[in-house]
Each structure stands twice: as C-alpha cells, then as structure tokens.
T-cell receptor, first 112, second 115 residues
Framework: NAGVTQTPKFQVLKTGQSMTLQCAQD?????MSWYRQDPGMGLRLIHY???????DQGEVPNGYNVSRSTTEDFPLRLLSAAPSQTSVYFC???????????FGPGTRLTVL | AQKVTQAQTEISVVEKEDVTLDCVYE???????LFWYKQPPSGELVFLIR??????QNEISGRYSWNFQKSTSSFNFTITASQVVDSAVYFC????????????FGKGMKLTVNP
C-alpha cells in the first residue's frame, strides 16, 4: 500500500491564482481530512469528510473548497490564493471515526 | 471546547538522558482520544500512540512510555535513554466523541538530542 499520497510536494503561486492540492489513499479509509501547519501553531483542521459525498468544515475553512466523489480521493481547492495561505498542507485518512489519522507527506505552498 | 497545551516549546538534552514531554488537555466529553505524533526534520507526521479516555494504564513501547492521568488531564510522554534519532517535533492531540472528526493539536515541542 502506498498509504496517503499528496501532490505536488512544493508549489509557488501568485496572489489570486487558483490550484488544487491532490490527496489520495489506497487503504479504503472512510475518513479523510486536510490540515495546515504554520510555525508555532501546530496543525489546524481545514475540512474533513466522513465518506464519499460528505464533507464538512473544520477550524479554518475560509478560502478553501473540498469535494469527495470517491473514497480514495479528497482534493483541496484554493479558489484565489492569498499570502496568508502560505503553509504546509497535510492530508490524513482514518479507518474509523475518531481513529488514528495517518498523514501524507505534505505539500509546501508559498503564495507570493 | 477542546484544547491541548504543550507548555514546553523546545528542549535540548544530551544523548542517553531521559526526557519527558508534557501534554495537558481540556475537554467536556467523557469519551475522548489522545494521540502523540512525531515530526522528524524530514517533515512527515509519524503516529506514535492512541489512547482512549477509559484506559488509564500506562504504556511502554521500547524506550517510549506514556503516562495518562485523568485526574490532572495530562498525557505525558517519556523517552528513556534518548538518542539523536529522537530529535523531532512532538505533537500531542485530542479528539472528542462529540467533536466530529476534529483532531486538535497542541503547538508542538521541539526536542533536540545532542551527541
């Protein structure tokens, strides 16, 4: 199993550009989440999904959209990038509710 | 509301020293789960342990041990005989039965083990 994969690993955007961070897992996990990690802030939940077709907001959802059309994929879309979205983004999946979340390798995003 | 506090932001020790990382949590739920993750310099997040609120037994895994005390709302992590490879940022995290899938993290504690 590849586990949780994320692409790209690095990305530089200009303010106002849009992009999609990809996340996929091959463990048939129902639960998937997106977090951002900023220096001194720990990780904060952006959006999460409890199954295909079901998504909900986390702690810091503004400026991000998600969808979950399949169990495997959970892309995160930035509609109009802002410098405040410069961060490291982690995707995670879990096999059960409140279970252990397994993280992808992260995407380092810089918005100029 | 959920909250996790890791009061220590950075610790530096010499190899073979024992080190304890503190974690204090706040929750109103009676059912909750506590986690520790390790983030080495390479950046990935490595799962270390998950403990539910009804299991207060301490746990030992090799050089790692965890002390869960509901009376003080603490879930401390001890590394015995630290090694350079233990150098990382360590995160404590909490999820609640009534908190959907939200995993709340502490701000992390950077451990540096010097040879």
């Amino acid at each position: 199993n590849a586990g949780v994969t994320q692409t790209p690993k690095f990305q530089v955007l200009k303010t106002g550009q849009s992009m999609t961070l990809q996340c996929a897992q091959d463990m048939n996990h129902e639960y998937m989440s997106w977090y951002r990690q900023d220096p001194g802030m720990g990780l904060r939940l952006i959006h999460y999904s409890v199954g295909a077709g079901i998504t909900d907001q986390g702690e810091v959802p503004n400026g991000y959209n998600v969808s979950r059309s399949t169990t495997e994929d959970f892309p995160l879309r930035l509609l109009s990038a802002a410098p405040s979205q410069t961060s490291v983004y982690f995707c995670a999946s879990s096999p059960l509710r409140l279970g252990t979340q397994y993280f992808g390798p992260g995407t380092r995003l810089t918005v100029l | 509301a959920q909250k996790v506090t890791q009061a220590q932001t950075e610790i530096s020790v010499v190899e073979k020293e024992d080190v304890t990382l503190d974690c204090v949590y706040e929750t109103r739920d009676t059912t909750y789960y506590l986690f520790w993750y390790k983030q080495p310099p390479s950046g990935e997040l490595v799962f270390l342990i998950r403990r539910n609120s009804f299991d207060e037994q301490n746990e030992i895994s090799g050089r790692y041990s965890w002390n869960f005390q509901k009376s003080t709302s603490s879930f401390n992590f001890t590394i015995t005989a630290s090694q350079v490879v233990d150098s990382a940022v360590y995160f404590c995290a909490l999820s609640e039965e009534g908190g959907s899938e939200k995993l709340v993290f502490g701000k992390g504690m950077k451990l540096t083990v010097n040879p």
